[in-house]
């Protein structure tokens, strides 16, 4: 699975001149506990999810939750935007989630004043900033919606923690799992494509020419993001994901011949533009009518798939995050895409893993 550092976006923006936050916010303020909302600035918030028969039944989110409140703090929700006399957060809503290490909430404070670095354990940063407001002395964190907002940030990051941490990058053993991630990944990115040309693909009334469309998107996708190398294994995930009629030779057929580059973000929308719609397609075109489509949070999900699965959790949770996220004028269509599918094998796949 590709990484967040090693995306185009996320790289072209951070090494073109302007600098990255992360690392200075987490030695300056979030290891400092600095904007870390701790549970019990938001208890009474918290016994409200707690409550949730949707929750008691959801071996993610529980472990979500504890993984908050316990384990040593290793999901830490934070803002940033502190006072009233602030103007923001240095990190935006683009970046929901990242991954740092810290003292032991246990330990915080006999950590900062021994300077001891022993006690300093990995640790999943949730950015809420936009989702809720802290009050005048920062003591007490309001929660926009701990029900949408607040819970689907939890269990987002709970995935994404143990993707990174916990052998979790096992769940994509799961072929159901792949398969549909896949598919809905080529539903949202061909969608992108369409509106980025305004026309359908040459021979549109050629129904193989559009699946052969969806099979280059879909092992872009395999190749790419999840950094599979089995020509094969890519080729039989990318054929089962694209649902098509016709077999996977003649799709075959008709890719040899395009000249179409999977190594890039970049490279593939300009040869994908060329080959299939006869003009190159720039990473800006793409990047613009995606945010349009999906919202401006969804930017590195484009190539991240811990940031394409949080959102997605989001549109389970109903929650637009802060309205970063416009999926949910999607639903019925990613649900038919096999939205509800992904969920219930990847909480049966986490759990099995435990």
């Known amino acids: 699975m590709r990484s967040l550092q090693y995306s185009e976006l996320y790289n072209?923006?951070?090494?073109?001149?302007?600098?990255?936050?992360?690392?200075?916010?987490?030695?300056?303020?979030?290891?400092?506990?600095?904007?870390?909302?701790?549970?019990?600035?938001?208890?009474?918030?918290?016994?409200?999810?707690k409550s949730s028969s949707r929750v008691k039944s959801n071996?993610?989110?529980?472990?979500?939750?504890?993984?908050?409140?316990?384990?040593?703090?290793?999901?830490?929700?934070?803002?940033?935007n502190i006072t009233r006399n602030s103007t923001g957060s240095p990190i935006d809503r683009s970046i929901p989630f990242f991954m740092g290490k810290a003292p032991m909430a246990s330990s915080y404070n006999e950590t900062k004043q021994s300077g001891n670095q022993g006690n300093y354990i990995p640790v999943m940063f949730v950015n809420m900033y936009g989702l809720g407001t802290w009050n005048d002395d920062a003591t007490r964190y309001s929660v926009n919606s701990i029900q949408t907002d607040f819970a689907s940030a939890l269990e987002?990051?709970?995935?994404?923690?143990n993707l990174n941490w916990n052998n979790g990058e096992k769940i994509f053993d799961n072929p159901k799992i792949t398969i549909t991630l896949t598919r809905i990944y080529t539903y949202l990115f061909k969608n992108a494509l369409y509106s980025v040309v305004q026309l359908p693909p040459k021979s549109t009334d050629d129904e193989l020419t559009s699946d052969e469309l969806a099979y280059h998107v879909s092992?872009?996708?395999?190749?790419?993001?999840?950094?599979k190398n089995d020509d094969k294994y890519i080729d039989d995930v990318a054929y089962s994901a694209i649902r098509s009629k016709f077999p996977l030779s003649s799709i075959l057929d008709m890719a040899k011949y395009r000249g179409i580059d999977y190594d890039t973000l970049s490279g593939f929308l300009s040869t994908i533009g060329k080959e299939m719609f006869g003009d190159e397609i720039t990473l800006i075109q793409f990047v613009s009518k995606w945010q349009k489509l999906y919202g401006g949070g969804m930017s590195y999900a484009i190539e991240y798939?811990?940031?394409?699965?949080?959102?997605l959790i989001a549109l389970i949770n109903n929650s637009t995050m802060g309205h970063t996220s416009s999926l949910i004028n999607r639903r019925s269509a990613l649900i038919s895409e096999g939205l509800n599918i992904l969920y219930r094998e990847i909480l049966?796949?986490?759990?099995?893993?435990?």
């Open 348 to 354: 049966a796949t986490i759990s099995s893993l435990k």
């Open 219 to 227: 092992k872009f996708f395999i190749k790419y993001c999840l950094q």
């Open 305 to 311: 798939i811990p940031y394409l699965l949080f959102f």
């Open 59 to 80: 071996r993610l989110m529980l472990d979500a939750i504890n993984l908050y409140e316990g384990n040593n703090g290793r999901i830490r929700p934070f803002d940033l």
């Open 12 to 49: 072209n923006r951070f090494n073109g001149g302007k600098s990255n936050p992360i690392t200075p916010v987490i030695n300056m303020q979030l290891s400092r506990n600095i904007g870390v909302i701790a549970p019990n600035q938001i208890e009474s918030e918290m016994l409200i999810l």
């Open 156 to 161: 987002g990051a709970c995935l994404a923690y």
